[in-house]
């Protein structure tokens, strides 16, 4: 438990339950070396208690490097609630988690993540002040997913100039595996810059919507790895980059907003090996933490947050180069690089 093979181990996880509202939850709080451990909370069914702490573990820990490498005053750490089997009052459980993360006193600051909403975030106001992603009146605030979709445009803009040689996204094939939140929003992005979709969701509606208004290609959930495309944006849940869509993969370009899109780090050096630039999740998709830390901090405008997450970008050139001086992987230069910051920011 203390610690993934390799890793820094976690500095504190809370198991969290309330008999009465069927609250089971874990609070992971994997690094403070920057400041209170700030990341979402996800609200899942799990086969069991132990796959539901795992995902606690590697989600937090990314967090970790994504505020580290966004710059941010934040450490790392996330929230999982296992969704109760049976019937449930949600704002009940919602109330008997902001407790739990009230709890921590500070050391860990929640927001949304994939199950979660942002009434369930202004639910939490009354139990605790350790949360973000709220919509506000008169002030930025609320929903960040359309910030994460920001920085995974941004990511695949410069990927695509970078290292497909292509100076626009005019034209470019892109393939999206899952149209959620973020998904949906980067859809849009992409066909406003010319980029041809090709999509695929378990939600036959979804799919629907982008043929009807961005003139997507949908293909079917098994065939989105594989698509003849230019690009693959991983959209979904993690694992997606593992041994048997590896050797699948066409695209030249993977960028996603999915966390944990590798199922292992040699999966990363797999695609390397076959030409293909994987640009790692926890820097493309740090746009809605960018969001959410702005808001919590109350420095939110909405000009101030896209300047900021249009940054990634940058990162991603600058990541780029890197790999090309050091003759290693993106996934393998961003991690040294993150964890060389899990430092005090100066
Ligand atoms: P979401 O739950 O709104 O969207 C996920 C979509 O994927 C849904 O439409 C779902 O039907 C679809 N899906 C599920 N399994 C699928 C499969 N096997 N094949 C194709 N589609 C499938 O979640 P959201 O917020 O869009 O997040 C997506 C990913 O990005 C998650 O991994 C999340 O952790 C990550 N992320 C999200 C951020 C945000 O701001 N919402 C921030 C950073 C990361």
């Known amino acids: 438990l203390f610690g993934l093979p390799d890793q820094a181990p976690h500095e504190r996880v809370l198991l969290a339950a309330d008999a009465e509202t069927g609250l089971k939850a874990i609070l992971a709080v994997h690094s403070t070396a920057r400041g209170p451990a700030f990341g979402g909370c996800r609200f899942w069914t799990y086969d069991n208690e132990l796959a539901a702490l795992n995902d606690a573990l590697r989600l ?15 450490g790392g750490g996330k929230a999982v609630i296992i969704k109760p089997a049976g019937q449930f009052d949600r704002p009940a459980l919602f109330a008997a988690f902001g407790r739990a993360v009230q709890s921590l006193d500070g050391a860990y600051i929640t927001a949304e993540d994939v199950g979660t909403t942002t009434a ?5 106001q009354a139990q605790t002040q350790y949360v973000s992603g709220i919509p506000r009146a008169g002030a930025f605030g609320g929903d960040p997913s359309p910030k994460t979709a920001w920085g995974v445009f941004v990511s695949i803009e410069a990927g695509v100039k970078l290292h497909l040689k292509r100076s626009s996204l005019e034209g470019v094939r892109v393939a999206i595996q899952g149209l959620g939140a973020v998904g949906w929003h980067l859809a849009e992005f992409l066909h406003k810059a010319g980029a041809k979709l090709v999509v695929t969701d378990v939600d036959a509606a979804k799919i629907a919507r982008a043929q009807q208004l961005l003139g997507a290609q949908a293909v079917g959930i098994d065939e989105i790895l594989s698509a003849d495309v230019d690009v693959l944006a991983p959209c979904a849940l993690g694992a997606a980059l593992n041994s048997v869509s590896v050797p699948q993969i066409r695209a030249q370009l993977i960028a996603g907003a ?25 820097l493309v998709n740090a746009g809605g933490i960018i969001s959410v830390a702005r808001e919590y901090r109350n420095e939110g ?33 961003a991690d040294a690089w993150a964890r060389a910051k899990l430092v005090k920011p100066v």
């Open 60 to 74: 937090s820990q990314g967090m970790s490097l994504k505020n580290a490498l966004a710059d941010l005053p934040f």
């Open 258 to 282: 999915a966390n944990n899109q590798l199922a292992t780090a040699a999966d990363g050096d797999a695609l390397q090996q076959r030409g293909i630039c994987y640009l790692p999740d926890y």
């Open 120 to 124: 369930d975030m202004l639910g939490m």
């Open 301 to 333: 405008e909405e000009s101030a947050v896209m300047a900021e997450v249009s940054r990634i970008g940058e990162r991603v050139a600058e990541l780029l180069e890197r790999v090309k001086l050091e003759n290693s992987t993106p996934g393998r230069v």
